[in-house]
């Protein structure tokens, strides 16, 4: 059992697999233009939601470690933070809203039979109008393509500090 006077270790982390950014500039350039057209018209807590969840399936601990703290930034709860992962049970935590923009997330990040169900998809465009909801699928594919560029590059999470770029 660990005691205060004992040193904690951890784990030595991952070294990142190449800094993407400067190898591909033009793409990491266009990827930030992208993300800030995709948060165009949503609101600030229910995007990080959004990035969180998606970040959450697909394991991306850098994208985790930053939009957890941009949350906290624009003043999202950190209970609702922990208990996003398990949303299903933990449903009075939000919107119905919000809700179906995770439920929505949940079915555009794992796309395991190779579509989102139509009363997800119908779930979401009842609490969204079309330019917002646009604008949630856009901010969702986003991420998406952001966690994959962080887990492949083995992106080091721990240092980003709210207000800084990817």
């Known amino acids: 059992m ?12 991952h070294a990142p697999r190449m800094r993407f950014a400067e190898h591909a500039p033009a793409v990491y350039k266009a990827m930030i233009r ?22 959450q399936l ?20 950190v209970q609702r933070i ?9 449903r009075h935590f939000y919107t119905e809203k919000e809700l179906a923009a995770i439920e929505l997330t949940e079915a555009v990040t794992v796309l395991t039979d190779g579509f ?5 998809y119908e779930k979401a465009a009842k609490h969204f109008e079309e330019p917002e909801l646009a604008q949630l699928i856009s901010a969702i594919t986003v991420i ?7 887990v492949t ?12 770029h990817q």
């Open 2 to 13: 660990n005691t205060a006077q004992e040193p904690v270790e951890y784990a030595t982390e």
């Open 34 to 55: 992208l993300d800030a057209a995709a948060r165009q018209g949503l609101d600030p807590k229910l995007y990080e939601l959004v990035k969180i969840r998606a970040s």
């Open 58 to 77: 697909n394991h991306c601990a850098f994208c985790l470690d930053m939009h957890t703290k941009d949350a906290l930034a624009a003043g999202e709860t």
């Open 82 to 90: 922990v208990q996003l992962g398990a949303w299903e049970e933990s």
């Open 116 to 120: 989102v169900p139509d009363e997800v």
């Open 144 to 150: 998406n393509a952001w966690n994959r560029i962080g």
């Open 153 to 164: 590059t083995r992106m080091t999470p721990g240092h980003y500090q709210p207000g800084q």
